[in-house]
């Protein structure tokens, strides 16, 4: 779907940037995350989500001049990935009662201690967990998260609880009769909800 976004931008002449998060191979931080991906750390339920938080909170945060010179040049910033994933991700790891306190948290460390720019959407692309992880599979090899169908489904309930919670939240639904779209049909139902905003 980034790809698909590139070619629209470029044929309108619209300039923009895209930045995927974690940075792999470009920071410390992100070495951390890769490891802790692979389970280097231990399992799920072994890790404090809160540290690991810091990990993408700092790899982010190696980007932030440069997101913020982007955006003071005039142009559009696609983030693939960006803090919601940590509240989502990282917040399925706790339980019920504390996942609040801890989006509280991550938003604090990253908007507010380390000034990273609030989007302006964020684009949520709904995916049943198991079709999810079907796709996952089909590419890569899958991380800690990937390979755990019961993280994966409790993260897909924060996603859709903060896409009700936040502002400026689009949920894309990838799905009919249980098989996903087609790629162009869920980069049209984008497209639709960027006309709309502008």
């Known amino acids: 779907q980034v790809n698909l976004l590139k070619k629209y931008f470029e044929r309108l002449?619209?300039?923009y940037e895209v930045i995927?998060?974690?940075q792999y191979g470009k920071n410390e931080y992100s070495k951390k995350i890769k490891d802790y991906l692979e389970g280097k750390f231990g399992k799920l339920a072994e890790v404090d989500p809160y540290v690991v938080a810091k990990f993408y909170?700092?790899?982010r945060l190696t980007a932030k001049d440069l997101i913020k010179s982007w955006l003071n040049d005039g142009k559009l910033v696609i983030a693939n990935r960006y803090v919601s994933a940590s509240k989502a991700h990282l917040g399925a790891n706790l339980p019920d009662?504390?996942?609040e306190e801890f989006i509280t948290w991550v938003d604090k460390l990253e908007y507010k201690d380390n000034g990273l720019p609030i989007p302006n959407l964020t684009?949520?692309?709904?995916?049943?967990?198991?079709?999810g992880q079907e796709n996952a599979r089909k590419d890569n090899l899958v991380d800690l998260h990937e390979q755990n169908i019961v993280?994966?489904?409790k993260a897909a309930q924060i996603y859709l609880k903060l896409s009700q919670a936040e502002e400026d939240w689009v949920v894309v639904d990838c799905?009919?009769?249980?098989?996903?779209?087609s790629k162009d049909e869920i980069h049209q139902e984008i497209?639709?909800?960027?006309?709309?905003m502008v």
């Open 57 to 59: 909170a700092a790899d």
């Open 13 to 15: 002449n619209i300039p």
């Open 97 to 99: 009662e504390k996942k």
């Open 20 to 22: 995927s998060f974690p």
């Open 191 to 196: 497209i639709s909800y960027l006309k709309k």
């Open 175 to 181: 799905m009919e009769d249980g098989e996903m779209k």
């Open 123 to 131: 684009i949520l692309l709904k995916v049943d967990p198991n079709v």
């Open 151 to 153: 993280h994966e489904q």
